[in-house]
């Protein structure tokens, strides 16, 4: 915890909401400023694309992005050359050159995310954001303001506006800022944020006994969507069913991180009377998908071209399971070339939805559904990606709970791992839980599932075994 967070929990709660709607007031404007509203036009037009235009569209903006690759940013520059191309290979580059381009790995953005694989043309007006990610790797990405407006306009018009709801309305979130102290044992267990009608709830003190406090400010605050982690999101809603507490309706359930089940779905909308808009990003900001109106799973091809390849290198089938590359053409400062992000999902055979928009369509996410940890005062807790976002020499971990107040944490490292790597994540354990025992182990690697994937948090002491449903 830095000294800001600490400043911040010892500061009355009405001045925590004061600072927190000023945090929010200029994270407003840098998303939905600049060149927001332009870019907003600009995506929702293209929403009515035939493949035709998408085709020369995406031929362009990639031409673009290869050249400009080439040009200032070091790393393609000697990763390229060292391949075979030259300058003029990248003036008639088309979509169909994509597959020509070497992969981008994981490992060599989170090593030269902030050397060699930014651009000399850099905008100086960006800050790196950082987030561990499904395996607690650390990456660390340059967000430009003009950047962060055009991602975010791509979201809204198909994230949001996909849902019939916009970023003007009230909105509850769950998320993973520690907004409340873990050892506050009083409601309220949020806090506000008045410039963007938000309500931000404590993921720390999310259980049944608290759910009362949580409907509290539902109704309050006349939220007209939730969104955040799905697991947690699915948690409160079963919380409220289960006691029979009274929350009005809502427009819509916006969640991301985790998969999304049937049994969330059908919980969101008994408890909430609407449907739920499952979505797929990361910090990257190099790719999006997001379901429409219809539920069908839609790729964004204008915020990244996604590109979904099997176990040999190769453009998978429709129905089989296949890794995500994503070439992201939005961020020109820190360019994404045929990223390996880590993530698996199906093609759908069927590329025609109801909706009728050209967006090539996504059968499933493969995502994660970890089991749940359960501590003793009745919190349950997923999503530990966030523990480990600033901790150094993680390449990968794995959480495992061998009792109410035992983490065994066996961890990946990148060489770089140390004695402050180690106090900094029995410090957010301490901050996050409370007192609890902590084991690390270092070990070669984590054992995968037939998938390539692992599960990040595995709990011995039970977990709610129908979210596998």
Excluded at 59 to 81: C, S
Excluded at 207 to 227: C, G, P, R, S
Excluded at 407 to 420: M, P
Aim: some cysteine.
């Amino acid at each position: 915890m830095n000294i800001k967070e600490r400043l911040y929990h010892h500061l009355p709660i009405f001045i925590q909401n004061i600072a927190i709607s000023c945090f929010g007031y200029f994270w407003k404007k840098r998303r939905f400023g600049g060149v927001f509203i332009q870019e907003l036009e600009k995506f929702k037009e293209r929403n009515n694309y035939s493949k035709e235009q998408w085709n020369d569209y995406l031929n362009i903006e990639l031409n673009k992005m290869v050249q400009h690759a080439f040009r200032t940013v070091p790393f393609y520059q000697d990763l390229y050359t060292k391949n075979g191309f030259a300058s003029s290979d990248f003036e008639n580059f088309k979509l169909s050159d994509l597959e020509k381009l070497p992969i981008l790995e994981k490992a060599d953005v989170r090593a030269f995310c902030k050397t060699s694989l930014l651009s000399n043309e850099l905008d100086p007006d960006g800050e790196f954001f950082t987030t561990s990610g499904s395996t607690g790797t650390p990456t660390s990405i340059y967000f430009s303001k003009k950047f962060h407006q055009k991602y975010s306009a791509g979201f809204e018009i198909r994230g949001r506006n996909f849902a019939n709801i916009h970023q003007k309305m009230a909105r509850g979130m769950i998320g993973g800022r520690n907004v409340v102290h873990s050892n506050q044992t009083k409601p309220p267990f949020y806090r506000y944020n008045f410039f963007e009608k938000q309500v931000y709830f404590s993921i720390a003190h999310l259980k049944k006994e608290n759910a009362y406090n949580y409907v509290d400010a539902i109704n309050k605050y006349d939220i007209e969507y939730m969104t955040g982690y799905a697991i947690s999101n699915y948690l409160l809603a079963s919380y409220i069913e289960e006691l029979g507490l009274k929350v009005k309706p809502l427009k819509a359930v916006i969640t991301s991180s985790e998969k999304l089940t049937t049994e969330m779905r059908d919980t969101f909308r008994r408890v909430y009377k609407c449907e739920t808009f499952d979505g797929y990003g990361s910090v990257e900001a190099c790719g999006l998908i997001t379901n429409c109106e219809f539920g069908s799973y839609h790729v964004s091809p204008d915020i990244g071209i996604v590109e979904l390849l099997n176990k040999n290198g190769n453009p998978a089938k429709p129905g089989e399971i296949a890794e995500i590359v994503s070439t992201g053409l939005l961020n020109f400062d820190q360019p994404l070339i045929r990223y390996k992000i880590g993530d698996l999902a199906i093609l759908s055979q069927n590329q025609n939805c109801e909706c009728g928009r050209n967006l090539p369509v996504i059968e499933e996410i493969i995502g994660r559904i970890d089991d749940i940890v359960t501590l003793r005062d009745g919190r349950q807790l997923s999503s530990f990606n966030r523990f480990f976002a600033n901790v150094s020499g993680i390449a990968e971990v794995q959480v495992v709970q061998v009792d109410y107040e035992e983490f065994h944490l066996k961890i990946v490292s990148d060489g770089h791992f140390n004695d402050n790597s180690r106090n900094e994540i029995l410090e957010a354990f301490k901050i996050k839980l409370g007192i609890v025992h902590v084991e690390i182990e270092l070990v070669p690697q984590i054992p995968r599932g037939p998938n390539g994937k692992f599960k990040a948090v595995i709990s011995k002491i039970g977990y709610l075994n129908k979210l596998n449903k």
